[in-house]
């Protein structure tokens, strides 16, 4: 069983930053982020695999970073310029092997709101 840790959530002003952190119990392929705001559905955010290739949805770009700590096994988003529309839970994911079951952390709450 995959463990997932994550921290960094909370309620930031708009323009404003976070950083969200997940530390993961495997050494995985890929890491990364999704997100879910309310009456929707759940969206790619970023993501990033162990080669360092990075991914990113469109409306993000610009603003937020990913990067992981792979001594640690520890994903990183670093959110700036934060906007209204980022409000939402965000999920930290794992995947083992490129053709691995995506294992999911508990999701940690983000407000963008002033």
């Known amino acids: 069983q995959v463990q997932l840790v994550e921290s960094g959530g909370g309620l930031v002003q708009p323009g404003g930053s976070l950083r969200l952190s997940c530390a993961a119990s495997?050494?995985?392929?890929?890491m990364g982020w999704h997100r879910q705001a309310p009456g929707k559905q759940r969206e790619f955010v970023a993501g990033?695999?162990?080669?360092?290739?990075?991914t990113y949805l469109n409306s993000v770009k610009g603003r937020f970073t990913i990067s992981r700590d792979n001594a640690k096994n520890t994903v990183y988003l670093q959110m700036n310029s934060l906007k209204p529309e980022d409000t939402g839970v965000y999920y930290c994911?794992?995947?083992?092997?490129?053709?691995?079951?995506?294992?999911w952390g508990q999701g940690t709450q983000v407000t963008v709101s002033s």
């Open positions: 994911y794992v995947k083992r092997f490129p053709v691995a079951n995506v294992s």
């Open positions: 495997i050494s995985p392929y890929a």
């Open positions: 990033i695999i162990s080669g360092g290739t990075t």
